[in-house]
């Protein structure tokens, strides 16, 4: 038996893509269920496996959640791996990524509004993104003119959670063609999208709400060359790393990625916890998906 571990549904419907995909993927194959993964019920050691699907609260509940991976992992096998997930949590793995040479946005992170006052000034762009470090579905992230005290405000909001905060440059590449997410399962490439962007200048989503307009895309060299290099410099950390230390393969992977001012690809988020997988833009892509699962069995 399968779990594929999610949120409550009734309270978070957002996994209506993927999910419904993925059951019909696993009918006649495999026995699969999704699980609420802080259900307190639930014996994971039943499972064989457990797959993070969309466990997209936990950055609202990290304690818990980390605390729950832990648990899991000791019980069963949590894939992608507890330690992954663990690195993965806070975005500041994309200096890590730079440091060894990866493309990346280039980002500042900041614990105090000093810091943000400081970088701020730095900051060679027109415009600016601020989230924190930890965060999903873009909660508490703004896009903002850098001459706009917004910016600082949602900083202070971001401090004020006990989190830190991440200044970005935004790329206008953004305005005209979005970003671009690959997608790898058991580190083979599988396929490609390009998300329309969420953004307004001022602080909120386009359109007053998250929404995400998607489409298939054949991604460029370039594109496939940034995605393999950011995930080659997190095979490199697997083996010099102590959180990644006896970390399983990675069963699946999305590098998203932006065109920076000067052209280049740059890695914008490595998603290895609970990503979207856009499912319904590949046909074959839930067949590869479930195959990968089941070739770990």
């Known amino acids: 038996m399968i779990a594929l571990a999610t949120t409550d549904l009734a309270k978070q ?10 059951e019909r993927a696993f009918a006649g194959r495999a026995a699969a269920e999704l699980v ?15 797959v993070l699907r969309s466990t997209w609260d936990y950055s609202l509940r990290l304690t818990e959640f980390t605390s729950w991976l832990r648990d899991v992992e000791a019980n069963t096998r949590l894939l992608n791996s507890a330690g ?13 990524l730079a440091a060894g040479g990866v493309p990346v946005v280039q980002t500042a992170y900041l614990d105090s ?29 703004g896009r903002f003119e850098r001459t706009d005290p917004a910016a600082r405000e949602l900083a202070e909001l971001i401090l004020a959670g006990g989190k830190q905060v991440m200044l970005q440059p935004y790329y206008e590449s953004v305005t005209r063609q979005g970003e671009v997410a690959v997608l790898h399962f058991d580190g083979v490439f599988s396929h490609a999208i390009r998300k329309g962007p969420l953004l307004e200048l001022g602080g909120g989503l386009l359109g007053g709400a998250y929404t995400e307009v998607i489409d298939a895309v054949e991604p460029t060299e370039a594109m496939l060359a940034t995605a393999e290099a950011a995930l ?18 990675l069963l699946y992977s999305r590098v998203d990625l932006i065109e920076g001012d ?5 890695c914008l988020e490595l998603e290895l916890i609970e990503p979207s997988l856009f499912l319904e833009t590949d046909d074959a892509a839930a067949s590869r998906y479930v195959d990968v699962i089941l070739n770990r069995l």
């Open 113 to 141: 509004l000093t810091g943000f006052d400081d970088e701020l000034v730095k900051l060679d762009s027109r415009q600016l993104v601020v989230k924190p470090s930890v965060s999903a579905g873009s909660n508490l992230t």
């Open 84 to 96: 992954t997930v663990a690195w993965n949590l806070n975005k500041n793995y994309l200096g890590v």
């Open 262 to 266: 000067d052209g280049e690809q740059r």
């Open 232 to 249: 080659a410099r997190y095979q490199e950390l697997t083996v010099v790393d102590p959180v990644l230390a006896g970390t399983e393969p």
């Open 13 to 22: 419907a957002i996994d209506d893509l993927d999910r419904p995909i993925i």
């Open 36 to 50: 609420l993964w802080d259900d307190p019920s639930i014996d994971w050691a039943k499972y064989e496996l457990v």
